[in-house]
């Protein structure tokens, strides 16, 4: 794996800024340059399940829906199971519910009853670290089953939207800040 200053600069060099997306004044972080590119993504997925290769990960969750193409090759790196979190309706079996606010209005997030046992040990992937609901509802979810979060992990975080201050009970870690 290449040194901190080096994985910066790999993951820099994957984003792409795309103004006014998906709508004016957004300014979009575009990680598909970065997935598009086998190195560098293989170089991602490394960094996001290093810290826990020790751990003992039994479930990777994946945050809807970039989260999804992160955290499901985390979650073999880990030799651990994959769980979707998805937007309210999109899941098929019994599930839990959790709702979070956004700027106008709420959402709603949710996840398979049976997708974590009791007292499994759970990493949280997303490819973003925005305003932090999403990520605060799915620890929600996870402690729900009766799991423990062992980790919160993104491939980058938007510092300046203040969302690690909705997970300040979960250890957080970005590989880059924007």
Known sequence: MPADADLDAVIKA???????????????????????????LRTVVAALAG?????????????EARGFILAAPVALELDAGFVPVRKAGKL???????????????ATVEMHVDAIAPGDRVLIVDDVLATGGTGRAAVDLVRKAGGTVVGFSVLLELGFLSGRGKLTDVDVSALTAA
């Open 51 to 63: 810290p826990h290769r020790a751990g003992g990960v039994d479930a990777v969750v994946g945050l």
């Open 14 to 40: 994957g984003i792409r800024d795309i103004p006014d997306f998906p709508s004016e004044g957004v300014l979009f972080k575009d990680i598909t340059p970065l997935l598009a590119d086998p190195v560098s």
């Open 92 to 106: 098929p079996a019994e599930t839990y519910r959790e709702s979070y606010h956004l700027e106008y209005g709420t």
